[in-house]
């Protein structure tokens, strides 16, 4: 069985459902991860967690040190990663508490630390990023989604904003323009890293509100709360029938 990992975004800084075996604080050479990585089970299958802005929830998306967490998950042998984001939705079927799969990602970021090779160290080295999520990963992710009967878009382009403030109305527009569906402050450069280093990796995105400029008013965070808190009970019970797939 490929070792698994999931990522936990905002409103995941725990996986209250697995039974923890054991926890592990790791050094990285790109310094010191998120968090400690959680082994446990999940519906009977051996998993490594690992919360992306820590636990509890402290880290901004910006000052996520994404190196250190995608080397530690590779050290402990995982070869699969199911990161879970909280976005805001863009286009119309990306309403609040909604999930998608997404298959594309646009990168708005700046500043990151976002590759492994780009020191004197490595060289140049230039990776495939056509298709940012694994086509098998996305297809088994959705296939559990119909199993377990929840309502998710199959496809969507997830536009990675630097945060941590949320975007204006005619950033927005811009990104709706460009194409994107979603948007979110962490999906790069996590998805490039792992891609780096040979993992496959595919997200399960959570819309928690309308991005701004798309709902009525502006973004009440106290509704945004309220959608993930139900957008994350469906999150759960995806990785379980993810999981559960022969």
């Not at 990151?112 to 490595?122: E, G, I, W």
């Not at 309502?151 to 382009?157: L, N």
């Amino acid at each position: 069985m490929t070792t698994l990992a999931i990522i936990g975004g905002s409103g995941l800084s725990q996986l209250k459902e697995l039974t923890i075996i054991k926890r592990e604080q790791l050094n990285t050479p790109y310094g010191a991860p998120s968090a400690e990585f959680i082994t446990g089970e999940l519906n009977h299958q051996k998993i490594i967690f690992l919360a992306r802005h820590g636990n509890p929830h402290t880290l901004a998306p910006h000052k996520i040190n994404y190196r250190a967490n995608i080397w530690g998950l590779k050290q402990l042998g995982v070869e699969s990663i199911i990161a879970v984001a909280a976005v805001g939705g863009i286009s119309t079927a990306m309403a609040p508490e909604h999930i998608a799969i997404p298959d594309q990602i646009i990168d708005y970021s700046h500043g990151r630390l976002h590759s492994y090779f780009d020191d004197k160290n490595h060289p140049v080295t230039h990776i495939d990023f056509t298709y940012p999520y694994h086509p098998n990963l996305r297809k088994a992710l959705i296939n559990a989604a119909a199993n377990a009967q929840i309502s998710i878009s199959p496809i969507g382009t997830y536009g990675c904003t630097q945060g941590p403030r949320l975007e204006t109305s005619a950033e927005i527009k811009r990104m709706q323009q460009d194409g994107c569906d979603l948007v979110g402050m962490t999906g790069m450069p996590e998805a490039a890293l792992a891609k780096e280093l040979g993992i496959d990796y595919a997200a399960i995105a959570v819309v928690a509100n309308w991005a701004a400029g798309k709902g009525a008013g502006g973004i009440s965070m106290a509704e945004l709360e309220q959608h993930l808190q139900v957008g994350m009970v469906k999150v759960i019970k995806l990785l379980n029938a993810f999981i559960a797939l022969p």
